[in-house]
């Protein structure tokens, strides 16, 4: 069955720190693996995504993501998490050729001072 | 990236009236669009896939008789949600994909019923 992961259901850092959420993914193909981030009240903004090649993929506004076919992963990291960063993330896969994707359940992020 | 728009970002609308909401591909041919659901603080579930000149398939547990999608044209595929109550308030989301493309999501619409 496909199935998205996020362990994390709610982390806080100190701005400033650095900043790694969690993904697991369950999928019968080729992963189309994606890193959206949703902001209160806002749609969804497209962090990064993967389908093949190097698997450190970097996206905007400084995060990157690492795949891991051995652990199903694709982790989301970021080395010095901003206030303005709080927000929703959410980690989905699909398949590259316009297949549903299957989300993930979120992790809510909390910057503190 | 292509660009995939949704009409309106938030609507009201009084309980027991129609609302509809848009999806445009802006600079693609969207053979196939799909329409999500998002329940507050909650993740996105798949409502129904819509393929071009063709009825939508519908997930477990959706109405199609509430939710009535239409995919007329390659550029746009509409949601209506009839009859709406206070339950049907959420965020409803988008994607649209050309034929062996990858998908690209809309901003999102959050409809309110009151």
Known sequence: AQSVTQPDIHITVSEGASLELRCNYSYGATPYLFWYVQSPGQGLQLLLKYFSGDTLVQGIKGFEAEFKRSQSSFNLRKPSVHWSDAAEYFCAVGAYTGNQFYFGTGTSLTVIP | GAVVSQH???????????????????????????????????????????????????????????????????????????????????????????????????????????
């Not at chain 2, 802006?26 to 129904?48: E, I």
């Not at chain 2, 939710?67 to 595929?77: E, K």
């Open chain 2, 8 to 114: 309106p970002s938030w609507v009201i609308c009084k309980s027991g009236t129609s609302v509809k909401i848009e999806c445009r591909s802006l600079d693609f041919q969207a053979t196939t669009m799909f329409w999500y659901r998002q329940f507050p603080k909650q993740s996105l579930m798949l409502m129904a896939t819509s393929n071009e000149g063709s009825k939508a398939t519908y997930e477990q547990g959706v109405e199609k008789d509430k939710f009535l999608i239409n995919h007329a044209s390659l550029t746009l595929s509409t949601l209506t949600v009839t009859s709406a109550h206070p339950e049907d308030s959420s965020f409803y989301i988008c994607s649209a994909s050309a034929k062996n493309t990858e998908a690209f999501f809309g901003q999102g619409t959050r409809l309110t019923v009151v």
